[in-house]
């Protein structure tokens, strides 16, 4: 009995020890997963400040640029400002309520828009990956433009001052991996509101901007440049 024993003995060792090493191999590769897990996420560093610029404005007379700052790993605040000049612009047409009288031939506009997002990233860590959050803004324009009166055939010069605004939900994406450069793009829809005037100003038929009552969207498409990490 003690002969089986000792027989016995040393492979009851070695099967124990091997035991451990599996245990301890085992716990020291989660502990790694999770390491790895964790360290992916904690060791990226985004920009906390970026400047944008908002080139595809350009096409309807504006120059928009941006401001977005982090606040948090999930949260930032974004600030858009829009200026919009032209003289003589066929970009722009106005029409009076009355139907006797078609306006075009827009001179000296001018318009501005101050834009403001607040952003909440779900995919990383802010300012880099997919977002959703909210949007207000208030713009305002000022123009001449050519009165004709269909009945007389007479022409007369005339001038308008519109103010409207907007606030609503939008959804993003935007991709900082690349070095100092940030590329971002969003959409929302929400409420507009304008001046009684508003509805009869259209931008490239409506398209790109309205001054109305009622639903409306926002798209935007932007290139940034980080100031600071």
Same mark, same amino acid.
């Given at each position: 009995m003690l002969k089986n !024993?000792?027989?016995i003995l040393p492979f009851f060792v070695l099967l124990l020890s091997f035991c451990n090493n599996t245990n301890a191999q085992s716990k020291n590769d989660e502990n790694n997963y999770y390491r790895r897990r964790t360290t992916n996420t904690e060791s990226k560093i985004y920009p906390k400040l970026i400047f944008c610029y908002y080139p595809?404005?350009?096409?309807?007379?504006?120059? &928009?640029?941006?401001? /977005?700052?982090?606040l948090s790993d999930l949260q930032s605040i &974004? !600030? +858009?400002?829009?200026f919009g000049f032209g003289d003589k612009s066929s970009i722009y047409n106005y029409q009076t309520p009355s139907n006797s009288? %078609?306006?075009? #031939?827009?001179? +000296?506009?001018?318009m501005?828009? =101050? /834009?403001?997002? @607040?952003?909440? %990233?779900?995919?990383? &860590?802010?300012? #880099?990956?997919? %977002?959703?959050g909210f949007y207000s803004y208030y713009k305002l324009a000022n123009f001449n433009y050519a009165?004709?009166?269909? %009945?007389?055939? !007479? !022409?007369t010069d005339a001038s308008q001052f519109l103010n409207g605004g907007g606030l609503g939900i939008l959804v993003g994406i935007q991709n900082v991996s690349l070095q100092k450069i940030a590329l971002d793009v969003y959409m929302g829809s929400g409420m507009s509101f304008t001046s009684p005037e508003g509805n009869n100003l259209q931008c490239l038929s409506g398209v790109a901007d309205r001054y109305f009552n009622g639903i409306g969207f926002i798209v935007?498409? +932007?290139?940034? =440049?980080? @100031?600071?990490?």
């Open positions: !024993t000792i027989t595809i404005a350009a096409i309807t007379g504006n120059f &928009k640029i941006g401001v /977005e700052r982090k &974004k !600030t +858009n400002i829009r009288y %078609y306006n075009s #031939n827009i001179r +000296n506009f001018v501005a828009m =101050l /834009e403001m997002q @607040l952003r909440y %990233y779900f995919s990383d &860590k802010a300012p #880099n990956g997919f %977002y959703g009165n004709y009166n269909s %009945y007389n055939y !007479t !022409t935007g498409a +932007n290139v940034g =440049l980080s @100031l600071r990490k």
